[in-house]
């Protein structure tokens, strides 16, 4: 039998049951219902979200401000009509640090909730999960993206065997970045504070192996590399990360004839140490940090206001990037998570995937992705992000930047380098040396 509808006068429907052609109708009917059927299904699969797994220390400041940037990054994402219609999920995994914990939480962001990218966290964490990572991406491709992780000879894994690691970037500094060119560091040290006699500092952990062993054929020591380029090392240490204890080190750099001093830290306690400098015979040098609180700008409240002259790198500084950059900021402050070197990469990793995606076409082929990464420029909130062969971010202006910033007078903490950007963001302002600002002070 075979519905069908006739006009009466008043517009309505009347239905009639045609007895001829009646099997033919029926699966007429039958197709058109399937295809509507499809049609809904299939709209439904094009709006799944694309999932991205994070692996924090989420306790921690920092882990939670990288939970933050996600946040606030895919927050924007969604409310543009998210990567090509389909929404973007954030799914958090705690690895506390323990490197067991990150692996764990890798196979199931990956395996489970099938995330096409994972942002993982630390030297220890990321190296274990790019191994697990490696063997399960034949079966489940997707993208890894490391922060907090500057080791120098992460990013070996892709460079060695390529096949194997190429799903790997790193969207973080790397501690090769001192011995770029691009990146200006030692004229700094030359052209900006123009120091002669240097005091170097080391702290005694993983991370800072480049600095203090080299590696041979590729980089120097710090330590050679200074004085390759005209600045005397009159002092050198390493430093224990539980030290408390500054004073007797501080009289030996003084005693040493030095003019300045580099401390390359990450977990010394750099509130306890700086209090110390300021009380020494050596607080007329000027003092710079790789990194640390010193980087924060509420370091001037932390040391007691003894922190003059202080320069650090990954400065909590508004640099004005793109239209983007206060807006974020002003997000973050909102909820109440601190500004580090790994926000730059969580806030913009994200739209660094969109555009891999809207690039390739879709999200369905990582091949396609990764080309799309490697090939492309991205950017959103800072700097423009493009990977070289290694998956390094490509550094200097445009690109990856290395920025320094001063705590001057009153707390303020200014941008000191690299010059293009400090013409950007506080053009009226530049380094000054520690014995003078201790004058103006009255020091």
Not at 179 to 208: C, V
Not at 289 to 295: I, L, M
Request: charge should be neutral; aromatic fraction near 12%; proline fraction near 4%.
């Amino acid at each position: 039998m075979t519905l069908t509808f006739v006009k009466e006068k008043e517009g309505t429907m009347k239905r009639e049951i045609l007895k001829s052609g009646g099997f033919f109708s029926i699966v007429t009917i039958l197709i058109i219902f399937t295809f509507f059927l499809c049609g809904t299904v299939g709209e439904s699969i094009a709006k799944e979200p694309i999932k991205i797994g994070l692996i924090g220390a989420l306790s921690t400041p920092y882990g939670a401000s990288n939970k933050a940037a996600l946040d606030i990054s895919i927050e924007e994402i969604n409310a543009a009509g998210g990567i090509m219609g389909r929404p973007v999920e954030l799914i958090t995994e705690d690895w506390k640090r323990e490197v067991p914990l990150a692996v764990a939480a890798y196979k199931k962001l990956v395996l489970n909730d099938k995330c096409l990218l994972v942002f993982t966290e630390g030297t220890e964490g990321s190296t274990a999960c790019a191994q697990v990572a490696s063997r399960l991406y034949p079966s489940q491709p997707h993208l890894m993206f490391a922060f907090w992780t500057a080791h120098e000879g992460f990013t070996d894994l892709v460079a060695d065997d390529y096949d194997k690691y190429k799903f790997i970037f790193r969207v973080y500094p790397s501690t090769a970045d001192t011995y770029n060119s691009d990146l200006g560091f030692i004229e700094f040290f030359k052209d900006t504070i123009g120091a002669k006699k240097l005091a170097l500092l080391i702290e005694d952990i993983g991370w800072t192996e480049v600095y203090r062993k080299g590696r041979p054929g590729v980089f120097p020591t710090q330590r050679e590399y200074f004085e390759k380029n005209g600045i005397e090392v009159v002092y050198y240490g390493i430093t224990d990360i539980k030290e408390k204890m500054f004073l007797p080190i501080f009289e030996k750099v003084a005693a040493s004839g030095a003019d300045s001093i580099y401390w390359i830290t990450g977990y010394t306690d750099t509130v306890t140490l700086v209090k110390q400098w300021a009380q020494s015979p050596a607080k007329n040098m000027d003092l710079v940090f790789q990194s640390g609180a010193c980087s924060y700008a509420a370091f001037w409240n932390m040391t007691g206001e003894q922190a003059l002259g202080i320069t650090a790198t990954w400065p909590e500084i508004l640099i004005p990037y793109t239209k983007e950059s206060k807006t974020f900021l002003e997000k973050l402050r909102a909820k109440k998570a601190g500004f580090l070197a790994s926000s730059y990469g969580a806030y913009d990793g994200p739209w660094i995937l969109k555009g891999a995606i809207e690039k390739a076409g879709g999200a369905d082929d990582v091949e396609k992705l990764i080309k799309a990464i490697e090939t492309g420029e991205f950017q959103r909130g800072f700097w423009v992000w493009a990977f070289d062969k290694r998956h390094e971010p490509k550094k200097g202006h445009p690109y990856h930047p290395t920025v320094l910033g001063q705590f001057q007078e009153n707390g303020d903490y200014i941008l000191v380098h690299p010059k293009v950007l400090v013409d950007l963001t506080n053009p009226d302002r530049e380094y000054v040396r520690v014995k003078e600002l201790r004058k103006r002070a009255g020091q």
